[in-house]
């Protein structure tokens, strides 16, 4: 019995694992090569509010609040930049990835580029369950992600058709989907830090443990508590590393089980605000993600970009080459493993694959899609 409860907890140890180290491992690279990022167009942040959402699931929200973060004169091209899980369109404005891409004569210079960074349902400051709905929340997927930021662009910005909608990671998947889903509504397409094939594999089992530990834990209550359960921090602590960071990354910051310690332990005590309900949508919204069906569809050119030590989207499955085979104008890049790399966090640094947007900016037609 003690055994089952010590794997009942370590299970709720999992929940929230993904927000402190890809935290810590992205201001690691900011501390690293942001000294020489170029400054760009102060960020300004807007809400719209959505009549009538309708779910997937069928409900329906009669006001879904959208926020979303935009760089640049709205009279420059437009460019939509989508974030990862547990983040929220500014989660993107750090030295390593805008530092590295808005500024003059970047590859995405903000005086010539409208950037438009949204917030997707149940994160940032969108509509989500700790606004107040709690476990009443509409059971949200992707699907309905991509379908708010459509509404988003087309209804309130008035815009039918974007230069570059480019992804991080969940936004990366989102990508995936906006290419298929509206295929000319983009030139170029760009899914970083994921896969176009169903969710599955050790990526799924671990969201899956995040799940069923939060519902599981008793300091749950159903999504009612009062306060965040207690093992919150040291769960995103635990899920991050069994999922972030590149083996010889944090190998290279970790040498001995000293410097170990220290790691978790400064992870361990660094301020945490997330909240119960918000994650565990969060990382359930994943749940039916497949683009695999629909890559025949795609008529922007697309480059997809992954790194060779990504946990959550392993290189040797072997399963990118054939996927981009089915994309008319697709290709894909690499990014090789090293000390300086980390993992699944990999793509939010831009010096890494910077100049493979920027050849695509200068060479792809306008209106090609």
């Known amino acids: 019995m003690q055994i089952i409860k010590m794997l009942k907890q370590l299970g709720w140890a999992l929940g929230f694992a993904a927000l402190t180290v890809s935290a810590a491992i992205a201001q690691g690279a900011d501390a690293t090569h942001g000294a020489d990022a170029v400054q760009y167009p102060a960020a300004q942040e807007h809400d719209w509010v959505a009549p009538d959402f309708h779910f ?17 004169d709205p009279t420059g091209e437009p460019v939509v930049i989508l974030h990862g899980t547990t983040g929220s369109g500014d989660s993107m404005l750090t030295p390593a990835f805008a530092g590295k ?96 094939t169903p969710m599955s594999g050790r990526n799924w089992m671990l969201r899956r443990f ?92 697309l480059l997809a970009i992954n790194s060779m030590d990504d946990e959550r989207n392993p290189s040797e499955l072997g399963v990118l080459a054939p996927s981009i085979k089915q994309v008319k104008n697709g290709e894909f890049y690499l990014i090789p493993a090293s000390g300086d790399t980390g993992g699944h966090g990999t793509a939010a640094q831009a010096k890494f694959w910077s100049d493979k947007v920027d050849g695509l900016l200068k060479t792809v037609k306008h209106g090609s899609s």
């Open 101 to 196: 891409l808005f500024g003059p004569g970047q590859p995405l210079d903000a005086r010539h580029y409208f950037i438009i960074l949204p917030d997707a349902i149940g994160t940032g400051r969108s509509s989500k369950p700790s606004d107040g709905l709690r476990a009443r929340f509409p059971n949200y997927n992707y699907d309905d992600m991509v379908s708010a930021q459509y509404r988003l662009l087309t209804e309130h910005l008035g815009l039918h058709h974007v230069r570059l909608i480019l992804g991080n990671s969940m936004g990366g998947m989102q990508t995936w989907m906006w290419a298929e889903k509206y295929p000319t509504f983009m030139d170029i397409a760009v899914p970083m830090a994921s896969l176009p």
């Open 210 to 301: 995040m799940i069923d530990s939060i519902r599981n834990d008793p300091a749950w209550m159903g999504g009612n508590y009062t306060t965040q359960p207690p093992s919150a921090q040291f769960a995103s602590v635990y899920f991050a590393i069994a999922t972030n960071g590149g083996s010889q990354h944090l190998y290279k910051v970790a040498p001995t089980s000293e410097k170990a310690d220290r790691f978790i332990d400064d992870r361990l005590h660094a301020p945490f605000d997330g909240d119960a309900n918000d994650y565990l949508y969060q990382w359930a919204s994943s749940r039916d993600y497949d683009p695999s069906q629909g890559l025949g569809r795609i008529q922007a050119v």
């Open 56 to 72: 997937h699931t069928g409900d329906v929200l009669p006001q879904l609040r959208l926020h979303y973060t935009t760089v640049g």
